[in-house]
């Protein structure tokens, strides 16, 4: 079995952040229910365009299947003790830029899918 999973790079204003996710975040949509994404927006304050880069990576031989939370962990101490892991042990796959117009209000009277709630 391979695991599939995605280094993201988070960056706003000058600011960045980097985390693990299981599969290919394609938008923000596909970042919503990470927990590193979300701490990393509820400290923007104020209406900035957000950049996401995105370097997807396979691990492993045999049938692919999206990284779970310990596999991630898993990913990311391996990667804490040694930085070329991604680069000597993965297979980087491909790569995706994407960007969305962040505006601080949105977490008031809105779903976590940025409809409105009445």
Request: with cysteine; proline share 3%.
């Amino acid at each position: 079995m391979s695991i599939h999973f995605s280094l993201v790079t988070v960056t706003a204003n000058g600011y960045e952040t980097e985390f693990f996710a299981a599969n290919t975040p394609w938008s923000r949509d596909d970042l919503e229910e990470n927990d590193d994404f979300l701490d990393f927006i509820a400290d923007l304050d104020e209406a900035q365009d957000v950049g996401v880069h995105v370097e997807d990576y396979i691990y492993g031989e045999g049938e692919v299947e999206a990284a779970s939370e310990d596999e991630l962990a898993d990913i990311a101490a391996r990667v804490e003790r040694d930085p070329a892991f991604l680069s000597d042990q993965c297979d980087n796959i491909a790569d995706n830029d994407f960007s969305f117009w962040f505006e601080p209000e949105e977490g008031m009277g809105q779903s976590k899918f940025g409809q409105t709630m009445y």
